[in-house]
Each structure stands twice: as C-alpha cells, then as structure tokens.
C-alpha cells in the first residue's frame, strides 16, 4: 500500500489547550501511527511511537515512576544521589527526571554501548561510569550496586522495580485502550528490555482486550526466555549470574545478559501469546526501511520489533489491526551498526547533482 494523497489545504494547530508546569509533565500520551507504505494490504498496521516522550524513549515513564515513587515512600530524600545502571535510555530519563527535581545522578553503563547515549546524558548533568565490554551488562550493573552501598546513594533498580510495570498498567496501557477504543486490536507487539512494558501492558489487555494477542520478540543469538533455563537470582530478585543464554547482540535496549525480575512476571502468569526471536540484523534492517519508506525514525530495538509486527501482518486473517511499539528514536544510534553506510560526505550522484549547475559548487 502506498500513500501518494496531495493536501488541499494548509495543515493548522490550536495548541494542546494547556499549558505545562514541567517537561516532565509532557511525559506519555504518545501517538499511535499507521503505517501507509510497508503494511500488507489486507491489515491495519499501526506503532506506537514513543520517542514523543520529551527525552525520546518509552524508559520516560518508567525513569519518571521510579523517582516519584521512591519520593513517596521516601526511600529517596532530598539531594540524595540516584544511581543506576543502563544501556542507555533508562539513563538519559532519568537524567531528564533528575534535572526537573535536582536529584545528582550516575549511571554505570557497558563501554559496548553507542557514544551518543552516554554524551546526551552527562549534557544532562548526569556523570557516566562506564565498565568493561567483557563484563557485560551483570557487570554494569554489579558496578552500580557497589557504588550504591558504598556511597549510600539510591539504587533505581529498574529491573526489580515493582514501579516499572506499574507505570506501563496505568499509563501505555491506559492510553491503547483509549485509541483503540470502538475499534479492533487483534495484536500487540513489543519486545523486552527490563520486562516492565509487556509486564504492565499486559495486565491490562488480558483483562480488558482479551481478545488481543500478545506478541514478544528477543534477540534470536539472545533467545534466554525461549531457551527455557531459568535465571539464578539473589534474595533481592536481583541477577546472581550472567545468563547462559546470552550472546552478545545489535539491539541494544533489549534483552541484558540475564532475564530481569520485572520480566518474569509476564513469563510467570503466560502474558504473551507467541515468542517470536529476531536476527539483530532484521531489526536493523527494519529500522532503515521504516525511515525510508514511512518517514519514521527509530532505533534498533523499534525496527526489530517492526519486523515481527511485519511477519505476523503478512500471516495475519483479512481486517486484522496490529500495534507495535517502537521505543526510542534512531538519533540515539548515530555511531552503531545501524547508520553503518550513511556516509558523512558527498556521494558521487550527489557530486553529479552539485556539478549540474554552475555556482556554488563542493570539489
């Protein structure tokens, strides 16, 4: 299917009828799009695209609940230092989150990960501990719980979190009913980083949209729920070990080395329907077409879990409705293997194109 509609009058805007008092007021509420040029024909294929959020990833909400949570309880006080260990997007909302409120934050973070992340949060005022590519992500985050108890600084622990999930039962979830509401959701489709997006959207939809079946996708050389071996856990529910299972892999946000306790939840009480791994190189190559053809820009973890969406599309019955998410935006990849390719100089046809005409011309 292809969309080649001319508009007949200029598009306007009026506002959102608000005004905020923070940006992290701004947090969720993010668009379901459909998808004109790549879906199949006979389904709607719709993403949910939450790199609206103000910090450009779905781990706002969760950055966001953490924080306010632990302010309730007060297991955080004010001025304490939070500490946490991430690939990357968990840590750049809550340096977003950190900043609004005036909380100091370090985040450990595997070398492995892609440059811009940890640049976007030390811009935030964050500090960024990075650990060794070898000791993968177990490392970085054995690294955060050292430096916690040795500093008496607030442990985020998103994948323990009961926070996590909670965030994505009260608001994801909240905000698909309400656009999919009068309207079919034959199926959902995510893949899984800590866990908390399929964990909490699911509570929701196997009470409130039965009928919509649950799609999660892994890395396919990091298939550690599909491979059945259960994670060695401490008294916390925190990692004790690196998962048997685990290989290293392209889509970063997804899958550490070790199933985390927020994940288990869905593993535990079957909240997904179908397991469906993924090559890294799907995800990537997903992610190019969904910015080429659709004019979306997401990360890895996005086009991965786009090209599940697309294989089940394409097997999917006549009329059938599918949401994907997509979590973060492309911007957060520019020195990964997904822009690999994308030159920094002139091509020779745009070399052509500046020699067509006489002024102004690159050598």
């Known amino acids: 299917m292809t969309t080649q509609t001319q508009a007949t009058d200029i598009r306007t805007t009026s506002g959102q009828g608000r005004l905020y008092d923070s940006v992290l007021d701004t947090v969720g509420n993010t668009p379901c799009i459909r998808i004109n040029n790549l879906a199949p024909d006979h389904v709607q294929l719709y993403v949910k695209a939450e790199f609206f959020n103000p910090a450009a990833s779905v781990k706002d909400r969760l950055a966001l609940n953490i924080i306010e949570s632990a302010e309730r309880s007060g297991a955080l006080k004010p001025g304490q230092t939070v500490i946490e260990a991430t690939s990357g997007n968990t840590g750049i909302?809550?340096?977003?989150?950190?900043?609004?409120?005036?909380?100091?934050?370090?985040?450990?973070?595997?070398?492995?990960?892609?440059?811009?992340?940890?640049?976007?949060?030390?811009?935030?005022?964050?500090?960024?501990?990075?650990?060794?590519?070898?000791?993968?992500?177990?490392?970085?985050?054995?690294?955060?719980?050292?430096?916690?108890?040795?500093?008496?600084?607030?442990?985020?622990?998103?994948?323990?979190?009961?926070?996590?999930?909670?965030?994505?039962?009260?608001?994801?979830?909240?905000?698909?009913?309400?656009?999919?509401?009068?309207?079919?959701?034959?199926?959902?489709?995510?893949?899984?980083?800590?866990?908390?997006?399929?964990?909490?959207?699911?509570?929701?939809?196997?009470?409130?949209?039965?009928?919509?079946?649950?799609?999660?996708?892994?890395?396919?050389?990091?298939?550690?729920?599909?491979?059945?071996?259960?994670?060695?856990?401490?008294?916390?529910?925190?990692?004790?070990?690196?998962?048997?299972?685990?290989?290293?892999?392209?889509?970063?946000?997804?899958?550490?080395?070790?199933?985390?306790?927020?994940?288990?939840?869905?593993?535990d009480n079957s909240y997904f329907d179908q397991l469906i791994p993924v090559p890294g190189p799907q995800g990537i190559e997903w992610s190019q077409q969904l910015a080429r053809r659709e004019g979306i820009l997401t990360g890895v973890s996005g086009g991965a879990s786009f090209a599940v969406a697309m294989q089940i599309a394409k097997a999917a019955e006549p009329g059938s409705v599918i949401l994907c998410m997509l979590p973060d935006t492309g911007e957060r990849y520019l020195s990964s293997p997904l822009f690999e390719g994308i030159p920094e100089v002139m091509t020779d046809e745009e070399l052509e194109l500046s020699k067509s005409t006489p002024g102004n011309q690159m050598g």
């Open 93 to 267: 909302g809550l340096a977003m989150v950190c900043a609004a409120k005036g909380y100091p934050l370090v985040v450990t973070m595997a070398e492995s990960f892609s440059i811009e992340r940890r640049r976007l949060m030390r811009f935030l005022g964050a500090k960024v501990v990075l650990t060794p590519k070898a000791a993968k992500g177990f490392g970085m985050y054995q690294k955060a719980v050292e430096l916690a108890e040795a500093n008496g600084w607030f442990l985020a622990r998103q994948f323990e979190t009961d926070a996590n999930a909670d965030i994505h039962e009260s608001t994801t979830a909240r905000e698909i009913l309400g656009d999919f509401e009068g309207r079919r959701l034959d199926y959902w489709v995510t893949g899984y980083g800590t866990g908390g997006t399929v964990s909490g959207v699911a509570r929701v939809l196997r009470k409130e949209r039965p009928q919509t079946k649950i799609i999660l996708s892994e890395p396919a050389n990091a298939a550690l729920v599909t491979s059945g071996i259960a994670q060695e856990r401490g008294p916390d529910n925190s990692p004790a070990v690196s998962h048997a299972a685990f290989e290293p892999h392209p889509i970063q946000g997804w899958t550490p080395d070790f199933i985390p306790h927020v994940l288990q939840e869905a593993i």
